[in-house]
């Protein structure tokens, strides 16, 4: 794929006899955000740190930017990657400034009080520099540590939920420099536990809870998981209606007195079945096409996973 | 270590002594450790015989140790009595100044890594270029430097407390290869002892002050040596310094394996709970 700088094969990751990750494939290009989504001990800071050449894969290989990854590639290729890892992890005794300096100084960067600055400006605290970084709110913490990813101007940004724990205000904000690393077309894997953040700025959205349970982007994954839910609210009772399109869905068909709900029906079937439903002298008051929330297909996925685990 | 290894380890030592310089947790307890163990030396040697209106030479088991000693350590035989007692009694008390090195180590060293472990901040240093080797140098670095300048420092103070207090030419006697031995040599290397033990403890505890407990055990064998040289009325030559020298450096070298493989990004992540 053209642009692509992450890519994942097969990895899987053990822990003794626990195994975190479990074959996980997948892509991620420039100028894309993958999020990643699954419950607790899913396996996604495990993910991220496999990314991040902080561990390596049990089996499986990790490109970046269309290198292998490996105990001898990793130091070096652990320049082309920026990492928020899951506590921001600022020295409270130094500043601002002398935190990131540090960080300059890791990744040898030529001029340090420029790409600092650069940095700091970016996530909005560059007028807090001189501060402590003890002395810092949670909000600015985290944009002090995404600067922090972002010092060493990455191509990949690996991020480990950037907005948990935040008020509305400093998450939106936080939202506003992620989209912007995506405009920029940086190569953005964000894990979250946050559904809204992940349908609102993931290009595709990834569902591992241990093994990979769906990969697409928001849209399809709602479609394609669990089919468009229509309701069609006729005249009179629906009880005719309902023989009608009987055979157009494979799945629920609940009759409501003059409403009929469709569940499970193929979205690209839906002008047939009202069709169906006029020639059939059906006269329709209102067609109410409802997709299911992510939130019902994340559930749905986790919870059919965990009962066959 | 790869290209600009400098650069990462200079940063990461600058830092930690920045860091360590805030942190009076840290700081605190080896600058006590070494003005307690100049302390005893003073009150034994001038301060009492002051108190008393008496000499240490007056105190003949002492002046036959001395005189012993000065078999040993020529530059005690061209003293008069009393400041040949002084001075051997000042010589047999530098062997505790080797206390510094031990306590300030682990202190420092517990709070540059431990510090960082409870901090959690360990984990983004991991995720930059630094290979672990660099970082175990660059971790280590700065506890050193600053352990061994309080060391030196310590000396410092003892030896120009002798100058001022004690009698004319007892802190010439004092200057010598023992001292250069003890503080140049066995020094730097308790140190490294303490600095090492402090990496592998660091896998187990939590708390820096759990590890300084732990490494409180290395006080004891500096401890005992103190001891047992009071006790017996000798003092430890340049030839034993150079043997217990040795000895440090082969544990040093044990140790340095055992840090290198306990120091891995792996371990460091995942068992450094």
Partial sequence: ?309 | MTPGASQRIGGLVAKDLAELSRNPGATVPPILTAIAAMVPAFLITIVTPKISGEHVADAQELQRAAQRAAELLPELGLLAPNAQVQAFMFQQFALFLLLVPVVGSMALAAHAIIGEKIARTLEPLLATPISTIELLVAKTSAPFALTLALMWATLLVYVGGIAAVAEPDVWRALVGTRVVVMFFVVGPLISLVSLQLAIVISLRVNDPRSAQQLGALIILPVTGLFVAQLMGGFVVGVNALLAIAAGLAVVNAGLLYLGARVFQRENILMRWK
Wanted: charged share 25%; proline share 3%.
């Fill in chain 1, 1 to 309: 794929m053209a642009g692509e700088l992450v890519r994942a094969q097969s990895i899987t990751r053990r822990f003794d006899s626990r195994v975190a990750v479990d074959a996980l494939s997948f892509e991620l290009s420039a100028g894309e955000i993958l999020a990643l989504l699954g419950p607790n001990g899913a396996g996604k800071t495990t993910t991220l740190r496999m990314l991040g050449g902080l561990i390596l894969p049990t089996r499986g290989s990790v490109d970046i930017c269309g290198e292998r990854l490996t105990g001898r590639t990793a130091a070096r290729l652990r320049r082309a990657i920026g990492m928020l890892t899951e506590t921001p992890g600022l020295w409270d005794r130094l500043s601002v400034r002398r935190n990131l300096l540090t960080y300059a100084h890791l990744y040898n960067i030529t001029k340090p009080r420029q790409a600092v600055d650069r940095a700091l400006e970016i996530v909005g605290v560059l007028d807090r520099a001189a501060d402590l970084a003890g002395s810092l709110s949670k909000g600015l913490r985290q944009r002090v540590a995404i600067a922090r990813a972002l010092l060493h101007n990455p191509q990949i940004v690996l991020l480990d939920e950037p907005t948990a724990g935040l008020d509305p205000a400093s998450a939106r904000h936080i939202r506003d420099v992620i989209a912007g690393l995506r405009a920029e077309g940086r190569a953005v894997l964000m894990c979250t536990h946050n559904l809204t953040e992940a349908e609102s700025l993931g290009d595709r959205i990834a569902i591992l809870n241990t093994r990979l349970l769906a990969l697409d982007e928001p849209d399809a994954l709602r479609r394609t998981l669990s089919g468009t839910r229509v309701e069609i609210d006729v005249e009179g009772a629906a009880g005719d209606a309902a023989t009608i399109v009987k055979s157009f869905t494979a799945g629920g068909l609940e009759v409501r007195g003059a409403k009929l709900v469709l569940t499970s029906v193929d979205a690209n079937l839906v002008p047939d079945v009202i069709a169906a439903l006029v020639r059939g002298g059906i006269r329709i008051r209102r067609v109410t096409p409802e997709q299911r929330s992510l939130e019902d297909v994340y559930l749905a996925l986790v919870n059919e996973r965990e009962e066959v685990a």
